[in-house]
């Protein structure tokens, strides 16, 4: 039997899908004819392109008939499959203007073309759509060597254009806001980066609400105007009408909503086409790390692309760069009204001394007056009453003291002290004013020495500031030695006579001598009889000496003692001769006059000598068995009388110092802390941080006691850890209200604690199931503590990252430059983006590495003080993308040699 003949249409029905249309379809009424018709020529470009794995389509002869491979395709959206062997002409004629010139230039003069993301409107979802595409066109040869048709090797490049022109809108936004200041800096700065990307963005409104938030102000437009009817400069949130956004659906469930309907509002703002959007997204803007709103952003969404799930999370970013923005400014004004009023504080403080301390004493006066005579009177006052009277002196006289020492500096300063120096017998001065503290000094087992030398010329001086300087560096002498002596000597020391106050004491380190007659220093954490006192006694002597023309200075060694030596000249050359008064002459008291020494410092041992270190922590004053409070502080009367209001409602232990207080609240577990800041050995603001270090006590409330009422020292308290900070005087009902808050306080702590974590998880999630590869890397080490699964995807699933500095988890990245890059963003705090890099990974963990291509960004994260933490690494996997660009440009290659004269062989020959 005649062998058959080979049907012609078999050459094609198994070259898959588009092989069986090309095969199934009826070409006799085309200009082609039918198959068998065909050149030759045809159908072995035909086969070569069915065969490929990359995006191509023909075009053929003078109608361009179209044929096209299965990864083609997808281009051709709801025109696949009717597009083959129609004239492209046809199928793609809203982009004729653009393409047709091209094809025609091929075909008559037989060049080569090439474009690079090439911007092309495309109807192939109903509308026009904005694409990008990378492509060539070859011309192809017929049988007879003439031009028959065009070939086109195409990627469509419009996922990576857009992802990199929002990128870089989100790069732009985010190094702007490191460098803006005010909130009208943010708004402007938004406006013009947003106004680049008018294709994402065409247009967008910022509302902010007022304080009550009833309604949302506007404070930007971007591509738009105010005051039109999609854009109304205020809105009623409680009025439907008015609410033309819908702001009250988003402000309870703060999440994004799509308006797909915006016929309402007439006409939009176009952006860069011809027809305006017909859809929007109102996303709210977000306290810094809450669920709380502060306003919204409102963006169009563009006419011609897809509101696809990429488009709402770019959309979602831009407005989470702008919540954080408008927080952290928030913060930075709310530093600076802290700021210049703080400043305000100090500028008139010297003035509130000057005109408002003298008036302390006229009440001063009469309170210590009636006292001393009902201490006095021994049969109407009971011994309970006057141990009472008792405290009220004593703090009268301290009280006193302050006052006059703050009245007198601030008179220092303002330069409304004048001295009056007379021929003095300095020696003899000296050693009555010094002999008047050797009981006191003697009584505390210490060694006291007075020592006075002759001095062989008359010394001038101020009798009331010499005896202020004595006073002070006796006083200052004691106050920091508990064993050893103390010695005051005068002696002559060429052209000057020289006062030494010399102790065995507990030393000044060698960092705090350069700022010890600074106003209002004290050195942290000294160890003293007391911390009482203002801080300006060695300042106050320093002006003194000063004033006499001499000069103060301080040797001292940690631990074993301090030495004061105040120097003076002799004579009276150097003084103003209106100041020099004779030797008879009537005394004039420039300075307040002292307290009654010996008053003085019964008041000062009463204060310190019960005071020890290692004394018992106290005895719990109450058989209550309610909450525990713990009472610490140096002052004994302080410590009375807070124990005293408490007892009856609390069981109360008391303390002398910050360090008995940690040994208390390790055996008897009090649920709450009242502590003065200003205590020996351990003050209460290391006492707070102590107890915040430690897991098991650092939610235990504490409440810091301190007269200090200005606002760096609550500020220093609350910093360091403190609930709260009680300025004395305080009344009982204050003190009660503040301890019973704080217990209530700390039971609601633990549900906080849980809501913090939630919060925090939130945040979390949001990282985790975002679609583009994000991981946050803490430190300078860039220690993963974060990786979302597309980052693991890319790097390998199945490694073992959180919780590794970089270079253990991915150690094949060395020699690749990532880890320099990173070294640098988290030194110098810029952003860096990479394009289409190179990378080698170990996506097994078998030690073979795949190559892979990556857009990344790595951005420094930056705390509110400005401090780089970390960084985030915001990337997108491309290697798909470029390999294929590489394919198309080796399959190029190959036609071109084809067109050139070499076989099809040989130039199959190159892509392997």
Known sequence: ME????????EFSKLGKMGALIAAKDWHHTSLGPVEMWPTSLKSYLKLMLASKYPMWMGWGNDYLKFYNEAYAPTLGVKHPDSLGKSAKIIWKEVWDVVGPMWDRVMTTGDSLYYENLLLFLERHGFKEETYHTFSYSPLPDDNGSVGGFFCAVSEETKKVISQRRLTTLHDLSDAFTKVKTEKEIFACSSEILKRNPNDIPFALIYLFDKEHKRANLKEVIGAEKGQCYSPLVIDLQSKRQDIW??????????NLLLDDLSEFGDLPQGPWDECPTKAMVLPL??????QLTGFLVSGIS????????YANFLRLVAGQLSIALANIRVLEEERKRAEALAEIDKAKTLFFSNVSHEFRTPLTLILGPVRELISNNSQVTPEDKEQLHIVHRNSLRLLKLVNTLLDFSRLE????QAVFRETNLANFTSELSSSFQSVVESAGLKYTVRAGNISEPVYVDHTMWERIVFNLISNAFKFTFKGSIEVSLEQADQHVELKVKDTGTGIPESELPKLFSRFHRIENAKGRTHEGSGIGLAMVNELVKMHHGTIKVESELGKGTTFIVSIPLGKAHLPEDRIVSHD????ITLNALPDIEEEWDSFKRNTSGYSSNASFGTILSEKKRERILVADDNPDMREYISRLLRGHYEVIEVGDGEAALKAIKTENPSLVLSDVMMPNLDGIELVKQLRASGKTSTLPVILISAKANEEATIEGIEAGADDYLVKPFSSKELFARVQTHL?????????????KTERQQLYDLFMLAPAIIAVLKGPEHTFELANPRYMQLVGANREIIGKPIRDALPELSGQGFYNILDEVYQSGKSFTGNEAYVKLDRNNDGQLDEAFVNFVYQPMVNAKGIIYGILVYADEVTQQVKSRKQVEEQNKVLEMITTGYSLSESLSQLY
Do not use: H, N, W
């Not at 062998?3 to 078999?10: F, G, H, I, Y």
């Not at 209530?744 to 913090?756: H, N």
């Open 286 to 291: 977000l306290k810094s790390g809450k669920d």
């Open 585 to 588: 002459s009537k005394k004039t």
């Open 744 to 756: 209530e306080m700390a039971e609601l702590r633990k549900e906080a604690q849980k809501a913090l």
């Open 246 to 255: 819908k702001f009250s659906e988003v402000m309870y469930s703060p999440q």
């Open 3 to 10: 062998k058959q003949a080979k049907k012609p249409l078999d």
């Open 414 to 417: 303002a330069g409304r002290v």
């Open 303 to 310: 006419s011609r692309l897809i509101a696809d799930e990429e």
